[in-house]
């Protein structure tokens, strides 16, 4: 059963992510000039993604979003995803209600368990203890957020009579979105976050399902979720020059995906009926199938993969903002001033 609320947003996955041996200096100010071009293209918000010891090069999450707070203006920034499990919590909330603070409340934590052994082998994480960890680093942060004097004694951390003083502006109703593939991590979505983030590789049918997980799991009116969704997306003037561009550089992403063991469809599959890479009428029509048969109201483009041209990127961001969002928000509605994340 598709959705009937009322308003749609979109937000810019940077790729925060490239080739080894390439300078990273110039690779910033790719971000930095996406971020302008979204802000300016009516994008509602920024995200960025984690690694560890990847084959790529990374922009770790927390350092990059405060630094991008200033040219972000009013859009939200959110990870998609922060690798919890990695963190110790008293850490970790320290660290996010600066950011928070930095955007003016304007935070969203996307949070996930991650799966890559080699990172849990390298940081000392037990691989075992991820979805632990995420439940209890999750409440103990909320916790700590209140503002409260906290005692906390549980399976993996424990503190005593411990207080933070540097509060996010949400306290403890930051947004936490978790980021999930399977029928156990969504409901778990459900249970500790406010949101479950679909990934990019997901079908509609697979979108459905899930979302009815959550919705079966969660405590609130699915009218209350906006059911966010990665999306691969590249606009270009036409689909021979989008799949030009997009085509190489996400068949090096995903066959990076497999290699690490993070489950997904065969690439060709993705690019025949998921992938979003095309005229500004092609991708229209897809994004416009994914909001009239799912509940999602709130899609996160990847417009940008690890080997891709950042005047590709930036064309895309330009093309969407002009003529793809409009019709989008048109034909679904938005809620004045960004409403409530």
Not at 20 to 36: A, C, F, T, W, Y
Not at 215 to 234: G, N, Q, T
Not at 295 to 302: D, E, K, M, N, P
């Amino acid at each position: 059963m598709a959705s009937t609320s009322s308003d749609v947003r979109f937000g810019l996955m940077l790729a925060a992510q490239f080739e080894q041996g390439i300078d990273p200096v110039p690779k910033m100010r790719d971000s930095i000039e996406q971020v302008v071009a979204s802000r300016e293209g009516d994008f509602d918000s920024i995200w960025t993604v984690q690694h560890f010891l990847a084959d790529f090069q990374y922009f770790q999450p927390v350092p990059l979003l405060a630094r991008l707070a200033a040219e972000a203006g009013d859009m939200h920034l959110g990870t998609g995803i922060l690798l919890v499990p990695h963190y110790p919590p008293v850490l970790l909330a320290e660290e996010l209600a600066t950011l928070s603070v930095l955007t003016q409340g304007r935070f969203i934590l996307g949070a996930g368990a991650g799966y890559r052994e080699q990172e849990f082998s390298a940081i000392g994480v037990p691989h075992k203890e991820r979805y632990g960890r995420l439940e209890e680093s999750i409440e103990l942060m909320r916790k700590l957020w209140s503002g409260d004097p906290v005692d906390h004694v549980g399976k993996f951390y424990e503190v005593s009579d411990v207080q933070m003083s540097l509060l996010p502006p949400q306290r403890q109703d930051l947004p936490v979105w978790i980021g999930a593939t399977g029928p156990v991590g969504i409901r778990r979505a459900a249970r500790i976050g406010n949101e479950w983030i679909a990934t990019g590789e997901l079908t509609i049918s697979d979108i459905r399902t899930g979302q009815e997980r959550f919705i079966e799991a969660s405590p609130k009116d699915p009218a209350d979720h906006c059911f966010p969704l990665v999306r691969e997306v590249l606009v270009a003037e036409s689909s021979q020059e989008a799949r030009r561009h997009a085509e190489g550089a996400l068949r090096q992403k995903y066959a990076n995906y497999e290699k690490w063991g993070h489950p997904s469809r065969p690439i060709d599959e993705l690019l025949d009926g998921v992938i979003a890479v095309g005229s500004p009428q092609e991708c229209l029509e897809s994004i416009a199938g994914v909001l009239e048969q799912t509940r999602s109201r709130y899609l996160i483009l990847r417009m940008q993969w690890p080997s891709s041209e950042h005047a590709a990127t930036m064309r895309s961001i330009e093309l969407f903002g002009e003529h793809v969002a409009p019709e989008l928000k048109k034909a679904f509605g938005t809620k004045e001033n960004g409403g409530d994340h």
